[in-house]
């Protein structure tokens, strides 16, 4: 009888190809063809025009943006149709997991819909997620199944260590008590001192910062955070360390969602630059105007995540991954 060799297939939704393109030449390979479409009612309708029979099939898809709901449904029907093809595990390369923030009943009545989100995943046959920087570490208990959390820290750290920063007079300032424990982790491999921003929500999308706990005094300060949206509150925080006589600040977030006045907020802030990955596409008019913002690759920690992934490796072990939660 004929040993049947796996096979890894790697599709790509239509929210971020340029990093599932750097993904898949890491990999040494191309993206395997798909015809995806919207009809005229905008209803997605995804195939496979290749055999994904007995295949490793992994999604990339950075479900964010204005089109969040889409790409949402994007790769449930991907998966649903890789799954109906018969490929043997589905794996969703989430680079943004959508809905993240609403992990909890902060007051009655309201939804889960981090939870909704991973039972969607599940229903539609996603085996595994591979995904990044989560907002709050729990929401891999959501889902039924392998969740890699890989983290941009690393990343953050080996870039700001080649600024020439005199560590000594830097300190790492986590935005809120939530992220305190993955900005700590920064200032440690940055051998940096450590604060904390402590702030009130009022409302979505809005944040009031109440103080600073820690010394920031003269001090260029990193502000660390997983995603920025609206820059609302980081600017917020921002202003907050100016007053207590912050030296030059520094931002970076793993998602730069950016959504609304976010571009021109960052642009205007006292802030020397804005460090985020490719996780999230940005808006690439918008982002020609606000001189303060880098981009960062995290196509090489996918990579080798798929692949320890599909030959059945420690992802664990790999540079990059979130070992806090």
């Known amino acids: 009888m004929d040993v049947i ?3 890894m297939k790697v599709f790509s939704g239509s929210s971020n190809r340029p990093l599932a393109e750097a993904i898949v030449k890491k990999l040494g390979r191309e993206l395997s063809p798909l015809q995806l479409e919207t009809f005229a009612n905008g209803e997605v309708y995804a195939r496979y025009p ?11 898809q950075s479900v964010a943006g204005p089109r969040v709901n889409d790409l949402l449904m994007e790769v449930l029907i991907m998966a649903d149709a890789a799954k109906r093809a018969s490929a043997r595990t589905v794996t969703g390369v989430i680079t943004h997991y959508a809905y993240a923030r609403q992990d909890r009943k902060a007051a009655p009545r309201e939804p889960i819909t981090a939870k909704l989100v991973a039972d969607l995943y599940k229903a539609a046959g996603i085996d595994r997620l591979i995904t990044v920087d989560l907002h709050q570490g729990q929401i891999q208990g959501f889902f039924d199944g392998p969740v890699n959390h890989l983290t941009a820290l690393p990343l953050f750290a080996d870039y700001y260590s080649h600024k020439g920063f005199d560590m000594d ?5 986590s935005p809120d008590v939530g992220r305190a424990k993955a900005s700590k982790r920064l200032s440690d491999m940055l051998g940096a001192s450590f ?5 009130g929500r009022p409302q979505h999308n809005a944040a009031e910062v109440m103080g600073i706990i820690g010394d920031i005094e003269g001090k260029t300060c990193i502000i660390n955070d997983d995603m920025i949206d609206t820059a609302g509150t980081l600017c917020g925080a921002v202003k907050e360390l100016k007053k207590k006589g912050a030296g030059k600040i520094y931002v970076g977030a793993t998602h730069g969602l950016l959504s609304g006045p976010a571009y021109e907020r960052l642009e205007e802030a006292p802030i020397e630059e804005v460090l985020v ?8 008019e918008r982002a020609k105007a606000c001189s303060k913002i880098k981009v960062l690759s995290l196509a090489d920690e996918f990579a080798r995540a798929i692949q320890n992934v599909y030959t059945e490796q420690s992802v664990s072990g790999m540079f990059g991954i979130n070992p806090e939660f």
């Not at 007079?169 to 300032?173: A, E, I, Q, R, Y």
């Not at 604060?195 to 702030?199: I, N, T």
Request: a negative charge.
């Open 5 to 7: 060799q796996k096979e």
């Open 169 to 173: 007079n830097v300190c790492v300032v």
């Open 195 to 199: 604060a904390v921003a402590h702030k």
């Open 277 to 284: 990955t490719d996780a999230v596409p940005l808006d690439p």
């Open 50 to 60: 290749e055999s994904v029979r007995g295949s490793d099939v992994f999604i990339i």
